[in-house]
């Protein structure tokens, strides 16, 4: 049943990762040029725009697995199980993702002050709205188990 809450709470953490691809996740200023980081690579900051410095495919992939693993699992609301496997996976994801945003942002430019956006904050969103869905749907099933037993 798609009208679930769950299926809000999964809703939410894809609209969250949608927004990973489209705003900065951290700021870099290092020796008077600025670079931010998005999901591509860093970018520095010039007159005319922005320059591409390094591809960060790795940001990219991650960022597209936690995504379409929110969408999918909107549609699995027949196996509750796996459900609750993917969201724990989703979540495991999403912190490794992270792992990946403060190694790019941290170990790339040593020593340089590095500063958080808005877009630093949304895979943080989506481990609390996949949490939220993940125990929404352990209360379904706990509710279909429970009408199973014999009174």
């Known amino acids: 049943m798609i009208q679930r809450i769950q299926s809000i709470w999964l809703s939410m953490a894809f609209v ?7 705003l900065p996740l951290t700021g870099i200023n290092s020796a008077g040029a600025e670079f931010i980081l998005k999901y591509r690579g860093v970018y520095k900051i010039t007159q005319t725009g922005f320059t591409l ?3 960060q495919y790795s940001l990219a992939i991650m960022s597209l697995i936690v995504t ?13 199980n796996l459900q609750m496997r993917i969201c724990v996976l989703n979540i495991i994801l999403v912190f490794s993702l992270i792992g990946l945003i403060v190694y790019a942002s941290y170990f790339t430019f040593v020593q340089e002050e590095v ?3 808005t877009g630093s904050i949304l895979p943080l969103t989506i481990i609390v709205f996949t949490f939220l869905a993940r125990r929404s749907i352990k209360k379904d099933e706990d509710l279909v188990k429970s009408t199973y037993r014999l009174r």
């Not at 969250?16 to 489209?22: D, H, P, S």
């Not at 379409?68 to 509750?80: A, D, E, G, H, M």
């Open 53 to 55: 410095n390094s591809m």
């Open 68 to 80: 379409v693993l929110s969408v999918v699992n909107i549609f699995l609301y027949k196996n509750r």
């Open 16 to 22: 969250a990762g949608i927004l990973l691809f489209f």
């Open 115 to 117: 500063s958080h956006t």
